[in-house]
C-alpha cells in the first residue's frame, strides 16, 4: 500500500476518490485478510490515511452530498469496530466525531451537548 498524499489540493473530488479507495480496500481487507490482527492492522491504516483525510477534505470545503454520505456510513457502520477505534490516533478519531457531530440534525439532539456542536 502507498500513503495518501496529503499535500494535494483539497476539493469534493478528491474526497469522493478517497472515500471509494477505502471502502474497496476495507472490503478487500476482509475477503483477504485471515488472521483477525492482520485485519486491524490493515484496516488502520485504510482509516489513518484515506478514510482520515477524506473526512478532513469534507470537513474543510463543508460538502456532504448523499454520495459522501453512503460512503461515509458504509465505512462507519460496515468497518469500524470498537476495537479499531480504540487504536486509532486521537487526531483520526477526532475528525471520526467531527464529520458525524457536524451532520446530525440539531433540532432533534437528544443531549444539551449536541445542541452546541459547531
Not at 30 to 36: A, G, L, P, R, V
Not at 46 to 68: H, P
Amino acid at each position: 500500500m502507498v500513503m495518501v498524499n496529503a499535500a494535494g489540493s483539497r476539493d469534493i473530488k478528491t474526497a469522493r476518490k478517497l472515500l471509494a479507495d477505502a471502502v474497496l480496500l476495507l472490503a478487500r481487507i476482509d475477503e483477504t485478510c485471515k488472521k483477525s490482527d492482520h485485519a486491524t492492522i490493515a484496516k488502520k491504516f485504510v482509516f489513518s490515511n484515506y478514510v482520515n483525510e477524506a473526512f478532513k477534505t469534507l470537513l474543510e470545503t463543508g460538502e456532504i452530498e448523499r454520495l459522501e454520505a453512503g460512503l461515509v456510513l458504509t465505512i462507519i457502520h460496515q468497518h469500524l469496530t470498537e476495537e479499531l477505534f480504540s487504536l486509532l490516533d486521537f487526531k483520526v478519531v477526532r475528525t471520526i466525531e467531527q464529520v458525524l457531530m457536524c451532520h446530525l440534525p440539531k433540532d432533534h439532539a437528544t443531549h444539551e451537548a449536541l445542541n452546541s456542536v459547531a
